[in-house]
T-cell receptor, first 114, second 116 residues
């Protein structure tokens, strides 16, 4: 158990819909990262939050957004869903110590868009 | 931009034998970190081993060791005495030192099969 909790584990929704994925980081970790794992794109970094503020953006679509709340949990919002958004979405967290540190991953949310 | 390449989509090994997974990367940074992550069928991403670029000594974790060749930008993973539980997708990953965190750039992955 990594200590990072993601809900839900599975999600099936229709095209055009909007979903919210939730992540609770490890206790004490200030930084949260979202990654997308799909068959054609592999594992890609989407976005990072640190202590409530957006710190870095990767290949995140404009239809997607995220935020980190005061209690440090994070949500990834996916809207106007398309079939190609079907993927495994991971959240990871790490402690910032002024250097690269190990990121601990949650078990992922499997999103299926039908 | 940093890139990570794993040229072996699939590998297989006999139980108790040794296998080496290859990874190359490209970066202009001098202070960075390299990782191998394991993803079993459960989908969980599990850190196997980590190497700091400033350390010349290759990292070792029990049956797992790396061959880090900084000049060649190569970072291979050796699994000794392979076990059935080692069967998984293995990802090589890179990150560089930055004050805000440690976002990872992943390779395409190598699917490892362990034959009994």
């Amino acid at each position: 158990d990594s200590g990072v909790t993601q809900t839900p584990k599975h999600l099936i929704t229709a095209t055009g819909q909007r979903v919210t994925l939730r992540c609770s980081p490890r206790s004490g970790d200030l930084s949260v990262y979202w990654y997308q794992q799909s068959l054609d794109q592999g594992l890609q970094f989407l976005i990072q939050y640190y202590n409530g503020e957006e710190r870095a953006k990767g290949n995140i679509l404009e239809r997607f957004s995220a935020q980190q709340f005061p209690d440090l949990h994070s949500e990834l919002n996916l809207s106007s869903l398309e079939l190609g958004d079907s993927a495994l979405y991971f959240c990871a967290s790490s402690v910032i110590q002024g250097a690269a540190t190990e990121a601990f991953f949650g078990q992922g949310t499997r999103l299926t868009v039908v | 931009a940093q890139t990570v390449t794993q040229s072996q989509p699939e590998m297989s090994v006999q139980e108790a034998e040794t296998v080496t997974l290859s990874c190359t990367y490209d970066t202009s940074e001098s202070d960075y970190y390299l990782f191998w992550y394991k993803q079993p069928p459960s989908r969980q991403m599990i850190l196997v081993i980590r190497q700091e670029a400033y350390k010349q000594q290759n990292a070792t974790e029990n049956r797992f060791s790396v061959n880090f060749q900084k000049a060649a930008k190569s970072f291979s993973l050796k699994i000794s005495d392979s076990q059935l539980g080692d069967a998984a997708m293995y990802f090589c990953a890179y990150t560089y030192k930055e004050t805000s965190g440690s976002r990872l750039t992943f390779g395409e992955g190598t699917q490892l099969t362990v034959n009994p």
